[in-house]
């Protein structure tokens, strides 16, 4: 049985935003700091994990000092490569952690459905997968997955061989979808500032789901 000590959460920021910076002449932006409805959108992650796990880390490689307040920061490998991708960021998650079981969520997806991690859990427990990931009938959602840790090999043999794609290495490793219903605030992904803004007409009209 999977319980909250046998998981570690993992928010994904260590990408380069480039949508949400708009030109390549515009400044960095640091998506998982950037402020949704009085907090960052890295504590929106990080309130949405904690009840279901024994520790959240962030997966970031800049402004570590400023995601330590939410997690213990977890830089790509340098084996890796810098900024190789999310799966780099879940490999070196997975090299890290002290529990069998790692529940990952993208940064900018701030409004993931209440009975994701439980239902990712259930999706691996009956059916004996070491993955499990979300999805609708709109859209596959890899990067909200539940994965193992005896799956850190076979994703470090993927990147280092130069691979990249996550649901090629998903598929590789057996993993389970699980579907949940279309609606426009589940999944909502923020990629640009209009993003930002209509997230955070969601959020108000959903009702702050961190405090649940």
């Not at 108000?204 to 649940?212: C, K, L, N």
Request: proline letters at 7%.
């Amino acid at each position: 049985m999977i319980t909250r000590d046998s998981l570690t959460g993992l928010v994904l920021a260590g990408g380069l935003g480039r949508r949400m910076q708009g030109s390549t002449n515009a400044p960095v932006v640091e998506k998982g700091l950037l402020d949704l409805n009085g907090i960052p959108l890295v504590a929106h992650a990080q309130r949405f994990l904690a009840p279901h796990v024994a520790q959240v880390l962030i997966s970031a490689n800049r402004c570590l000092d400023a995601y330590a307040e939410y997690g213990a920061t977890v830089p790509d490998d340098e084996a890796l490569g810098g900024y190789s991708g999310p799966l780099a960021g879940i490999a070196t998650a997975l090299n890290r952690i002290d529990t069998p079981w790692l529940a990952v969520i993208p940064v900018d997806v701030p409004l993931p459905p209440a009975e994701l991690i439980p239902r990712l859990i259930s999706a691996v427990e009956s059916g004996g997968a070491h993955l499990a990931y979300a999805r609708t009938a709109e859209r596959v959602h890899p990067l909200c997955m539940l994965v193992h840790q005896r799956l850190l090999q076979s994703l470090y043999d993927f990147l280092l061989a130069g691979e990249r794609k996550v649901q090629v290495w998903q598929q590789l490793n057996g993993a389970v979808p699980v579907w949940f219903e279309d609606s426009e605030d589940a999944f909502f992904n923020v990629n640009t500032p209009e993003d930002l803004i209509r997230a955070a007409e969601l959020v108000q009209g959903r009702g702050d789901y961190t405090s649940r």
